[in-house]
């Protein structure tokens, strides 16, 4: 029920990923407004309708709403993963909302202080692509929270984007250990130091599209904002190149030439490709997608909602921090 174009949208992305990615999908929502959809379109076998009573508005405080309205979707979406009835929730709704009921509902995965919100951008390497986080779900930060976003953001670079060594940055204003803030000094140590993290150094503004790292790390207030120029970035580039080219039959002729090249850069740009973000830290998987999200940009977060859980993203990285806890035990032991 979430989103601007809902429920409409979400519902036709819905019914293409449980056609074309054979996974069954529940819509959580008012079942009246759900199934007069269908009234106009046949029903997939594989979509489940569950009914719930009550949304969370784009306006209201996350927290409060979620406390406020147990039967809101979202909350409805995340106890179906509670309870094993459901394996990833994908909301388009409002995102504070989301990062809470997952927050209350699933809760954190042992040994993560703080959730974190991963997006993906495409990177100047054909095929590549980077994932940064935070992008948004921590406005304050400590250095221990950066240095499990890095574990976090490692595991997913290699477990599902397939990057067989990942290269993972802190997000900085100058390549050199000594550059930085408080943050960002005490934060180079712990990652320099884990041996979990193939950290290999800071990674100014420049860097974040140049295809050399996979990972990045930083705040969620410097992630949010880097997050939303990269994609008004690419909005900008998309309409200055439709703007600039020929106008007339000349036009017409070599725009006709270059369409697929055009709409591989659209592709490799348009944010709407990877469907969203993940929430990384809570028990269970949970993808955050624009709200202005249609179709394509929710078959794409289902896709990649799949994608974590089969590649058992929550469990690796509970598995990974039980065992960096366990090394850090015992070098506490060989020192005393």
């Known amino acids: 029920m979430g989103g601007d174009h809902a429920p409409n949208e979400i519902i036709a992305g819905s019914m293409r990923a449980s056609e074309e990615l054979d996974v069954e999908v529940l819509l959580v929502g008012d079942s009246e407004r ?39 979707s979202i909350n409805v979406a995340m106890d179906l993963v509670k309870q094993n009835r459901a394996d990833a929730v994908v909301s388009a709704g409002h995102s504070g909302a989301a990062m809470a009921a997952a927050l209350l509902r699933l809760g954190r995965l042992k040994g993560i202080d703080r959730p974190a919100i991963g997006a993906v951008l495409p990177t100047m390497l054909a095929g590549k692509s980077v994932i940064i986080l935070d992008v948004g779900a921590n406005v304050d930060c400590k250095p221990k929270y950066l240095e499990q976003f890095a574990l976090m953001g490692t595991i997913y670079s ?10 993972v940055g ?11 803030n408080d943050l960002a000094l005490k934060t180079y ?11 290999i150094g800071n990674a100014e503004g420049r860097d974040v599209l140049s295809g050399q790292f996979d990972v990045i790390v930083c705040d969620g207030f410097v992630g949010n904002v ?17 703007e600039e080219l020929p106008k007339g039959i000349q036009g017409k002729v070599g725009t006709a030439l270059i369409k697929p090249n055009l709409k591989q850069i659209k592709q490799r740009m348009d944010h709407a490709e990877h469907g969203g973000a993940l929430l990384f830290g809570v028990d269970g998987v949970c993808v955050i997608s624009h709200g202005s999200s249609q179709a394509p940009s929710i078959f794409n977060a289902i896709r990649q909602a799949k994608n974590a859980v089969d590649n058992r993203v929550s ?15 015992l070098s506490v032991n060989v020192e005393d």
């Open 158 to 167: 290699k477990y599902v984007m397939g990057v067989e060594e990942p290269q």
């Open 34 to 72: 759900i199934e007069a959809y269908f009234q106009h379109h046949p029903r997939p076998k594989n979509l489940t309708i569950v009914h719930a009573e009550e949304v969370v508005a784009m306006d209201e405080e996350p927290i409060t709403a979620i406390r406020r309205k147990p039967a809101a």
């Open 189 to 199: 140590e712990l990652l320099e130091n884990n041996q979990q993290i193939p950290f």
């Open 226 to 242: 880097l997050l939303k120029f990269a994609e008004a970035v690419g909005g900008i580039i998309l309409q200055i190149l439709k």
């Open 315 to 329: 469990e690796r990285i509970q598995a990974y921090n039980d065992h960096h806890h366990q090394l850090k035990k």
């Open 170 to 180: 802190l997000l900085n204003i100058g390549e050199e250990a000594s550059k930085g």
